[in-house]
Nanobody, 127 residues
Framework: QVQLVESGGGLVQAGDSLRLSCAAS????????MGWFRQAPGKAREFVAA????????YYGDSVKGRFTISRDNTKNTLYLQMNGLKPEDTAVYHC????????????????????WGQGTQVTVSS
């Protein structure tokens, strides 16, 4: 069983930066890809970014391109999300997910493509 634990959220002002982490554990953790999604109150879960675990190919949602950077440390089984230039509309609970199967783009951009999820970390950006 894979467990994902997010950390690094908090309350910041518009324009500030935060770095989220997602630590993965499990007897045999070997995902094909991992990603970040976010969910604001009353809204659907939104794709933020994804990365293939071996090749490091990255994907970003349109609303975060140029501001957020996804990365991973394979040796530590940890996923990161560097968030710069935060805006009030970035306020949400951020969840990390891990995928076991083939890392097809269509799966990586949608929440149904992920097998495991963390509980989430709250990010609140004040104006």
């Amino acid at each position: 069983q894979v467990q994902l634990v997010e950390s690094g959220g908090g309350l910041v002002q518009a324009g500030d930066s935060l770095r989220l982490s997602c630590a993965a554990s499990g007897r045999t953790f070997s995902p094909s890809a991992m990603g970040w999604f976010r969910q604001a109150p009353g809204k659907a879960r939104e794709f933020v970014a994804a990365i293939t675990w071996s090749g490091g190919i990255t994907y970003y949602g349109d609303s975060v391109k140029g501001r957020f950077t996804i990365s991973r440390d394979n040796t530590k089984n940890t996923l990161y999300l560097q968030m710069n230039g935060l805006k009030p509309e970035d306020t949400a609970v951020y969840h990390c997910g891990a995928r076991d199967g083939v890392a097809l783009t269509s799966f990586l951009l949608n929440s149904y493509g992920y097998n495991y999820w963390g509980q989430g970390t709250q990010v609140t950006v004040s104006s």
